[in-house]
C-alpha cells in the first residue's frame, strides 16, 4: 500500500516521461469513475505519460480498501491523503508536496474538491490543468455550494473533457469556453470484461439455481439510480414468474428503503441485494437480463460492461445511453420512472431468446468498434499533448 505522500518511483523505462497526477475525492468503494482512473497507469505510458493516481478519503473509511485492492489488481500506482472534511486547508499543502514530490507536469482532476485544490497548488507549481466531468448525481444539503465551487473551478481548467453531449453542454452554459470542452466518452477493457461462460454455469460458481431467471443491476444504491422504480416493475413480473428473481448489487444509503420496499411488496428473498462486489464479471455472466432503471447517469459504465460481456441491456433513455445504444438493435431503451415501459420492455426481453441473443451480439460488437479503452485513452493522451507538459527542472 502506497502510503500517504510517499514518492512514487517509476519504472526505469518511465523516468523520462512527464507525470500525469489523477486526483478525486471519494467515500466508500467509489463508483464508476475508479473504472477510468485507476486503469490509466496501464495505458498511458505507451502514449507517453506516466500516470499516479492520489486519492482524498477520511481516514476511518474502511470502505475505501475496495478501491485499495482495485489499484493493487490493476497496478495503478496509489498515494491515499487523509482528508478530515470540508476545513481542512492542510490539503493544499500536501497536494502541493506531492506534486514537488513526483514532479507533477498534467494534474488531471476528477471533481469539484479535486479540481478547487489543483488551482490553488498551480499558483505554487507549474503544471497543466486537466478535468474530467463524470457527473453530478448524489444531492446532500450541500450539493448546491459544490456544483458552485465546480462551476466556479471548471471555467478556469485549460480542458474539461465531458463523457456525454449533455455534460458538454452544461459545462458550456457554466461558462468554460467551447473551445476547452471536449467530449470523450467512457470506455471498457475489452479484454477484461469479455463473457467467458454460459450464463447458466456463472449461476452455479455463483451458488445460484440454473433454472431460476435473473434480473440485474449494479450501481451505488442512492435515488438517482431508479432502484424502486426496478423493483416495483420487478413485482409486477414476479406475479406471474414465480421462476424470476431481481439482484440489485452495490452499497449506498438507500439500501434500507430498498430492503423496506421490496418486503412491503412481498418479494422476501426473491429480491437479493449482496452489496457491494469489486468483481463483476461473473455477475454479468448470470444475469439473464441487465436493467438500468438511473434518472441521471453520464456515460454509465456498467452498460457498457453488461453490453461487452453479452448480457442483454434495457436501460433508460438518459443522457449519453441513446448515443450508446440504439433501441431494438443493441438493447431497448425506456423512459426514466416509468415502472409500466420498464415493466414491458423487461418482459418482452425476457420472453424472448432470440431477441436476447440477438442484442448481446451486436451489443458486443458496438463496444469493440467504438467503446475500447485503449482509443479513449488514446483521445486523452492526445489532450495532454495539445497543452505541452509543463517541463519541470
Known amino acids: ?30 463508483g464508476g469513475p475508479e473504472k477510468t482512473i485507476l486503469n490509466s497507469p496501464r495505458f ?8 499516479i493516481c492520489a486519492y482524498m478519503r477520511s481516514p476511518q473509511d474502511e470502505g475505501f480498501a475496495a478501491i485499495r485492492e482495485r489499484a493493487a489488481e490493476w497496478q495503478a500506482p496509489l498515494i491515499e491523503v487523509d482528508d478530515h472534511g470540508p476545513l481542512d486547508f492542510e490539503l493544499f499543502r500536501k497536494f502541493l508536496q506531492i506534486c514537488r514530490e513526483n514532479q507533477v507536469a498534467i494534474w488531471h482532476g476528477h471533481d469539484y474538491k479535486s479540481n478547487l485544490v489543483g488551482l490553488w497548488v498551480r499558483r505554487h507549481w507549474p503544471m497543466r490543468l486537466v478535468t474530467t466531468v463524470h457527473g453530478w448525481v448524489k444531492f446532500t444539503m450541500r450539493t448546491p455550494l459544490y ?57 452455479a460458481s455463483l451458488g445460484l439455481d440454473p433454472a431460476r431467471r435473473l434480473i440485474g443491476a449494479i450501481g451505488r444504491l442512492s435515488a438517482e439510480k ?7 416493475s420487478f ?26 420496499l421490496a418486503n412491503q411488496l412481498g418479494l422476501g428473498a426473491r429480491v437479493k441485494l449482496p452489496g457491494f462486489r469489486a468483481d463483476v464479471s461473473s455477475l454479468y455472466e448470470a444475469f439473464d437480463v441487465f436493467a438500468l432503471s438511473s434518472y441521471r447517469e453520464g456515460l454509465p459504465n456498467v452498460v457498457l460492461e453488461a453490453m461487452a460481456m453479452e448480457t442483454p441491456v434495457v436501460a433508460t433513455r438518459v443522457s449519453g445511453v441513446p ?29 424472448s431468446d432470440e431477441l436476447r441473443q440477438r442484442l448481446a451480439r451486436n451489443a458486443r460488437e458496438t463496444i469493440e468498434r467504438r467503446y475500447s479503452f485503449q ?19
Open 226 to 232: 431508479g432502484f424502486d422504480v426496478l423493483i416495483r
Open 147 to 203: 456544483y458552485a465551487v465546480d462551476r466556479w473551478c471548471l471555467r478556469r481548467y485549460e480542458r474539461v473533457i465531458c463523457v456525454s453531449d449533455d455534460y458538454r453542454e452544461k459545462c458550456v452554459q457554466a461558462g468554460v469556453p467551447e473551445s476547452r470542452c471536449v467530449k470523450i466518452e467512457n470506455a471498457i477493457d475489452t479484454e477484461q470484461f469479455q463473457r467467458r461462460r454460459s450464463t447458466a454455469a456463472a449461476k
Open 44 to 51: 498511458l505510458p505507451r502514449l507517453g505519460y506516466r500516470s
Open 323 to 351: 448515443r450508446l445504444i440504439e433501441h431494438q438493435r443493441d438493447g431497448l431503451l425506456v423512459e426514466a420512472g416509468q415502472v409500466d415501459e420498464l415493466t414491458t420492455a423487461l418482459n418482452r426481453m425476457l420472453a
Open 1 to 30: 500500500m502506497q502510503t500517504t505522500l510517499e514518492k512514487i518511483e517509476p519504472a526505469q523505462d518511465e523516468r523520462a516521461l512527464p507525470v500525469v497526477l489523477h486526483t478525486r475525492v471519494v467515500t466508500g468503494e467509489g
Open 235 to 260: 413485482a409486477r413480473l414476479a406475479e406471474s414468474d414465480p421462476t424470476l428473481d431481481l439482484m440489485i448489487v452495490g452499497a449506498g444509503d438507500n439500501r434500507e428503503r430498498l430492503e423496506m
Open 375 to 393: 482509443r479513449r485513452m488514446e483521445k486523452v493522451a492526445g489532450v495532454y499533448n495539445e497543452l505541452g507538459a509543463v517541463r519541470q527542472s
